[in-house]
């Protein structure tokens, strides 16, 4: 089964609520996305040994194993394309955690292009199409998604400031129970 990029939206949302427990239908809600289509991004999270299922109904992200994919592999999967200056949402480097470690002067902070977004700035093509919406919705699952950006996006300083804050963050949402590496 090949990843998609929804799987790891799936993915970070979920870690930026750990004990929760999410039905399909309410993943998928909250990330605009179907039932259906959270149940097979999870399928391929498993499947991708980003995942555990412990028991029947029951799933978690293995974070090591997340962490890893995002620092070494999700540049080159689903590379960040620039675009024109636009309003939007800001990410990578222009959002938070990273943009109080940085400066970066007005109008050159990264944005994801969406009407209602605060700034203007050039764009970065988001991981998914609905990211931005769900994101605006979301402040610890904006964080994750501007830190993968950066990832996706960014020269070597911000990468590296980025992998750094990334482990941090999963760590702070990290309940103890699924930090075993498969």
Do not use: C
């Amino acid at each position: 089964m090949d990843l998609k990029p929804q799987d790891l939206l799936v993915l970070l949302k979920v870690v930026a609520h750990p004990p929760q427990h999410w039905t399909y239908a309410a993943l998928g809600e909250a990330l605009a996305m179907s039932a259906s289509e959270t149940h097979a991004s999870v399928k391929r999270a498993l499947a991708s040994d980003l995942a555990v299922a412990p028991a029947r109904g029951e799933w978690s992200p293995i974070r090591p194993n997340l962490l890893e994919f995002m620092v070494h592999g999700v540049r080159y999967i689903w590379p960040a394309t620039q675009g024109p200056v636009k309003r939007g949402v800001p990410t990578a480097f222009g959002a938070e955690p990273l943009a109080s470690h940085l400066m970066v002067p007005p109008g050159e902070m990264p944005v994801w292009a969406y009407p209602t977004g605060s700034v203007k700035g050039p764009t970065l093509s988001p991981l998914y199409r609905t990211a931005p919406q769900a994101a605006l919705a979301d402040p610890a699952l904006h964080r994750l998604l501007a830190l993968l950006d950066a990832l996706r996006a960014g020269r070597a300083r911000e990468r590296n400031l980025a992998v750094t804050l990334l482990d941090a963050e999963l760590k702070q949402f990290d309940t103890g129970s699924t930090n075993a590496r498969h």
